[in-house]
């Protein structure tokens, strides 16, 4: 059996005890590394506020799961590094048998990080923006045309 480390990982064996129907509530305030993609930074980490609302049905548990997060994202056309506030809505169903979109319950603990920053990665723009109307860099002397422009010939 494997251990589960993550900063995400949530004890359910008080909620597997419930009757069907009942649920609990959490909220969640945490800071996670590891959510990689060309858009954001390498060390990035993100700051994650999330309600859990866990429900007891009759093979494991539901997840109802809302929340933000806030990357530090960089911006295609300037090359500046900027916030990005991401709001989610996750449902999923955890169980100790899983099957296709299911969280493994393991030891009476799920993980929600893998399902959440498939989440996030999958909301990343494509191109972020620091400003919808970020003037990029110069192409020809690289200065950053938002702060002071340049000099270049257009």
Known sequence: MSKLK??????????????EGEYCEITIHQQVAGIDSPETLSSNKADITAELKIIKIKKGIYLMISGVVMLQLICARCLNIFFHE??????????YWISDNQ???END???IYPILC?????????????DINCKGICQNCGKNLN????????
């Open 6 to 19: 993550s900063p995400l990982c949530i004890d359910v064996s008080e909620i597997l005890a419930l009757p």
């Open 118 to 130: 498939e989440t996030v990665l999958l909301n990343i723009p494509t191109k972020p923006l620091c």
């Open 103 to 105: 969280i493994k319950i």
């Open 147 to 154: 702060s002071n422009g340049c000099k270049c010939q257009k």
């Open 86 to 95: 991401f709001k989610f809505n996750i449902d999923a169903v955890a169980s």
């Open 109 to 111: 603990k799920i993980d």
